[in-house]
């Protein structure tokens, strides 16, 4: 195993510190905690928390600033996070309008998660939550009862956080993000596994001609494994699943995110994006808005994922308001 | 060799437009041609046109909008643009107050830059150029007579941008980017060697156990090779060299860019930005901002390249000032 780190033990601590050093003025971490809040501290609005184990980097620490995130809870490299460490980012971005936890759909996360919403409930905090399973890959997996949640998490993230600035109520956000859980499909593949630091190996091994499609995003198996093929074909198998929802028809508005595993350049994902864009319009739909990079990673993952949202004019509306993160930013 | 594109042949050309498919909002691509300009076209500004070969993305097109770049052109994968590419970029983005071109510093692309520019004084636009040669590991190189331009380039577009967005003149513009570059250095490693499509094989090979120093970013080789060690210690020998250049003292205010090579998970420049800023601070210094992530990469090598730029009050104003485009975004 050949990785930029220092001991596989400090590997959480160490980004979560490296992410407050380049950022100091988006994100601070909660003193002894793996949790990540903005700077400024609480604001007078709903609060939204997401999180889920690491090596998705930037997610979610990264998504923590205005528009976006109010605080972002680390696991150990794809474990999830505990409920007291939940518990204490609620606590600590609550301004008292309640908080919406966003839970990605990961049997753990969704356990502690829930544990923590209860704790904080016996504190007299409002906390709800919403879980998001936009992966079209598998109907469960060896991680989720039900289908896993991945990059179409971070499209919540952006359209319930707009939301929440605006100053909606917690109902209200927890509405919205729920809209865009209803409308949002995803699925993804790998070129190359992704190797768990304190494993010290790849998840899997692929042949040097063959990729796997359907992956997750913790080198969980997809659906199966094939010969490689351009990427044009390969998008078009991913794109056919997420068609195959039958939510997404001609006229629709959508927005495309083309999200990157990890470990693939971004030249191949705009190579990608070309052809995904074609193909959605094609089908007689509009892409009202794109995204391209490395969003929800897999660690070192060689591989995309391809997520589409329809869009209404309500979710337009947050999709396209300001944002400020460390890692997507938008005037 | 699997990569997420279809033909070898035409990978920047499904690139560009694939970077013009997510982001009409922001770059147009001028027809039949590589080249990447402002989707509002010209202003009444000195505009800045830079560019390079392919497979460093998002450098350059990535760069171009509002307070950086006017024009980027892209040659073939590691291949400098032909010099009639950037005379039409030139033309394109010229708003009347003259051009500033900004090279990094290798041969093909200083004489196919320097053509265009006799191209374009001939039809009686001004432009001017600067040589960026930021990278202290070598003194010359397969690539180049001096010192390689690399990441520290990217400082220069946000920099020089900045400034002539603000109005000012071209030789204005000029002296910025040429303080800029008097003040910028930069250092990489390699975990892993990149695949030039082309070529379907890597650059160079690596052990397991092996880290190549001193990298530059199109797989040409580095200082030396050394056994892999905790990224504490490859940081260090990157910064020595760095602070050596004795730019850099005490009470200085600095900007640290961590830049991933393309295959480097997020997580694992966040650790390392962790320690660069702790050695940077350790020597007295300042970290008036950091950037870290993916901004000048060489297609899929895995490593990582750390930059110092010595910030003065012109210099840290210009690279606070907002800026809009696909890859760097700031209020």
């Keep these: 195993m050949k990785k930029l780190i220092n001991k596989v033990d400090s590997i959480v601590d160490e980004m979560l510190d490296g992410m407050t050093a380049a950022y100091p003025q988006y994100v601070k971490r909660l003193e002894g905690l793996n949790v990540l809040v903005r700077a400024k501290g609480a604001t007078p609005k709903v609060a939204l928390v997401s999180g889920g184990g690491s090596g998705h980097e930037p997610s ?20 999830s996070p505990t409920p007291d460490q939940v518990y204490e980012a609620v606590k600590a971005v609550n301004g008292g309008k309640g908080v919406l936890l966003v839970i990605k759909n990961y049997t753990g996360d969704v356990m502690n998660f829930e544990m923590a919403e209860e704790m904080a409930a016996d504190e007299g905090i ?39 600035e605006s100053g909606a109520e917690l109902s209200e956000v927890k509405r919205v993000a729920e809209k865009v859980i209803a409308n949002v499909r995803s699925m993804g593949m790998a070129v190359n596994a992704c190797t768990v630091p304190a ?23 997809g659906t199966h494994r094939e010969k490689i093929s351009d990427v044009n074909n390969i998008a078009d198998k991913l794109l ?19 999200n990157g595993m990890g470990g693939t350049p971004l030249m191949e994902l705009l190579v990608a994006n070309k052809h995904v864009k074609a193909v959605v319009e ?16 897999s660690l070192d993952m060689e591989g ?28």
Excluded at 126 to 142: P, Y
Excluded at 206 to 218: K, N, R, S, Y
Excluded at 242 to 251: P, S, T
């Design 240 to 258: 056919e699943k997420i068609f195959a929802e039958g939510i997404y028809a001609k006229g629709d508005e959508v927005a495309v995110l083309v």
């Design 60 to 79: 979610h620490g990264g998504f923590v600033g205005r528009g976006m995130l109010d605080g972002a809870v680390a696991g150990e490299v794809f474990t």
């Design 199 to 221: 494993a010290g190996k790849p998840s899997f091994e692929l042949a040097g001609d063959e990729v796997e499609i359907g992956i997750g995003i913790h080198g969980e198996p």
């Design 282 to 297: 094609g089908r007689g739909l509009k892409v009202a808005k794109t995204i391209v990079g490395n969003y929800m990673t």
């Design 126 to 164: 409002t906390v709800e939550h919403v879980i998001v399973a936009d992966d079209v890959a598998v109907e469960n997996s060896t991680w989720t009862t039900g289908r896993r949640g991945i990059a179409g998490t971070v499209l919540v993230h952006k359209i319930a956080g707009a939301c929440a």
């Design 304 to 331: 995309f994922s391809v997520t589409l949202l329809k869009l209404d004019d309500e979710l337009k509306k947050y999709l396209d308001a300001p944002a400020d993160t460390p890692a997507f930013v938008q005037f």
